[in-house]
């Protein structure tokens, strides 16, 4: 599920959707410090808190550092749909206009969307951008949809209406939109990774909210990488540590992002096809799996589908891990013992 190794992009490469701006903002956000013999950079990106801890040559570190943090301004300046300029932007206002350009890691990007809408047998959606805008658990006071609404916006959500040609992508009907947010977060973990193998580190953990990969061993010396899995009931706190080792962790909850009407609790995590939030006593999933990509498309998958066929569908994924953790119950896959720290 992981595309070729990124390379570092030369600012100019990808000018016209206002990377320098977006690098400018990450790098005032950005601190560095030494940690466990190694280096951790924190910083914000994606709309969340990033950080990386790195193993190897301080040389290596900064590089690494340098080319990875100018890969994410210009994977966030072409494809946030927060973003005015960017290319998913530009994709969004021609909707049921025209079709829009694309180049050719846009297009390896909408293969990989192509293949996750398959196998998460249609919950992960890119398309979802009308039933996001519709439930909008910021909004003050929250404000809930009607049937009318609902169905209407469903009306605008469909991955296989997506029209795409080589070099071409449409959305055919006006009010249609793209949203990446399903699988940015984690395609992008995956590819700072790699990057970070291809500048020599020998061991590195990166962490875009909650989202994880960790390769090599760490600075400390230790066997393998040690992962809290937070709580849910108790957020800030850990149910589990994890021991991992060549792999990914992935969360999926709604315990931070919710709002409850007339007693309704209703959570951020939505369901394409019914179009509303999903409902289902699930409260977290987490799952290990080879890549990030996969194991954050597989938490959600399995957030939404609750306990029971979320963990056959945990158990019958090759190289996967996971638990789902409900308001009364811990449902864990086969293989996720294997994996808890001792």
């Not at 040389?59 to 550092?65: E, K, S």
């Not at 919950?123 to 609902?150: C, E, G, M, Y």
């Amino acid at each position: 599920m992981v595309l070729s190794p990124p390379q570092a992009p030369a600012p100019a490469a990808r000018d016209d959707y206002g990377a320098g701006t977006v690098l400018a903002r990450i790098l005032g956000t950005t601190r560095r410090e030494r940690r466990d013999a190694g280096w951790e950079v924190r910083f914000q990106a994606l709309g969340t808190q990033c950080r990386w801890h790195l193993a190897g040559s301080e040389a290596n570190a900064a590089r690494f550092t340098e080319a990875a943090l100018r890969w994410l301004a210009g994977f966030e300046a072409k494809y946030s749909r927060f973003l005015p300029g960017s290319l998913i932007s530009k994709i969004n206002a021609a909707a049921g206009r025209e079709p829009v350009a694309l180049d050719a890691e846009t297009e390896r990007i909408f293969a990989l969307c192509q293949e996750l809408h398959f196998l998460t047998r249609g919950i992960f959606d890119p398309t979802s951008l009308p039933l996001l805008k519709l439930w909008n658990w910021k909004a003050n006071p929250p404000v809930i949809p009607t049937d009318a609404q609902i169905e209407s916006a469903r009306l605008l959500v469909g991955w296989r209406q997506v029209r795409r040609t080589p070099g071409t992508v449409f959305l055919p009907q006006a009010g249609m939109g793209l949203d990446l947010g399903g699988m940015g977060k984690e395609y992008a973990v995956d590819q700072v990774s790699q990057l970070a193998r291809q500048c020599g580190l020998t061991g590195a953990l990166v962490d875009f909210g909650a989202d994880i990969r960790v390769f090599g061993t760490p600075p400390d010396g230790r066997t393998g990488w040690h992962i809290g899995v937070e709580d849910p009931r108790h957020p800030g706190t850990c149910w589990r540590g994890l021991a991992v080792h060549e792999a990914s962790v992935a969360t999926s909850g709604d315990y931070h992002r919710n709002f409850e009407v007339a007693g309704v609790r209703y959570g951020h995590i939505l369901d394409p096809r019914t179009g509303r939030p999903v409902s289902n006593s699930v409260r977290a999933v987490s799952v290990l799996a080879p890549t990030c990509t996969q194991a954050g498309l597989l938490s959600t998958s399995a957030f939404v589908l609750g306990p029971e066929e979320g963990i056959r569908l945990l158990d019958a994924t090759a190289g996967v891990a996971g638990a789902i953790l409900t308001d009364s119950q811990i449902h864990c896959s086969r293989r996720f013992h294997e994996h808890v720290a001792s």
